[in-house]
């Protein structure tokens, strides 16, 4: 089966940085501390009012960053993505009107699963990776081992209770693509505006599973 060019934009960036950002002031810095350290690929979360305007002006600022929308929950969202012009968009579930949405307007899109029948649902609709949300908890490393008998032509982007401790256990499974963690980014880091740290989070994470 060919990879598809989203399986292969996770798959050369291994890990995503999953970021929540409370302020626009806060977009930039963040950003540049995170490619500095060698994560280039960033979901900005519409979990806050900040989410939308920062994915924005990151695209805009910050040439190296590979910039997509997570915590996508509606059409308007997927829009966004779509008038963003942004190569990915990642939610935590997998309704059939996010799915039916997402291919009408043509946008990259990665629908969150937990059960086998979501995971048949979004491969009826075409959708060949999905993120498996949230993955410590509906399972982990175990469940996706599972879901690779049945299905061992989906390509997972798992994201949920993700570390620098487990990341590796999750790389190692051959139908994991790149996993997806907020530790990189604590959010009183970004109050503080202590991107040093940030930096120094990333390229620990990334040594670790070059390593």
Known sequence: MTASPLAELLASAKLVAVLTIESVDHAIPLARALVAGGVKTLEITLRTAAGAPSARIIREQVPDAVVGLGTVTARRDLELARDLELPF???????????????????????????????????????????????????????????????????????????????????????????????????????????????????????????
Request: proline fraction near 7%; aromatic fraction near 8%; glycine fraction near 14%.
């Open 89 to 211: 968009a990642f939610s935590p579930g997998a309704t059939v009107e996010l799915l039916d949405a997402a291919n009408e307007l043509g946008v990259p899109f990665v629908p969150g699963i937990a059960t086998a029948s979501e995971l048949i649902s979004a491969m009826s609709r075409g959708y060949g990776v999905v993120k498996l949300f949230p993955a410590e908890q509906v399972g982990g490393v175990g469940a996706l081992k599972a879901f690779g008998g049945p299905f061992p032509a989906m390509r997972f982007n798992p994201t949920g209770g993700v570390t620098e401790a487990n990341m590796r256990d999750y790389l190692a499974l051959p139908n994991v693509v790149a996993v997806g963690g907020s530790w990189i980014a604590p959010a009183a880091e970004q109050r503080a505006g202590n991107w040093a740290a940030i930096e120094e989070r990333a390229r620990c994470a990334i040594a670790a599973f070059a390593g």
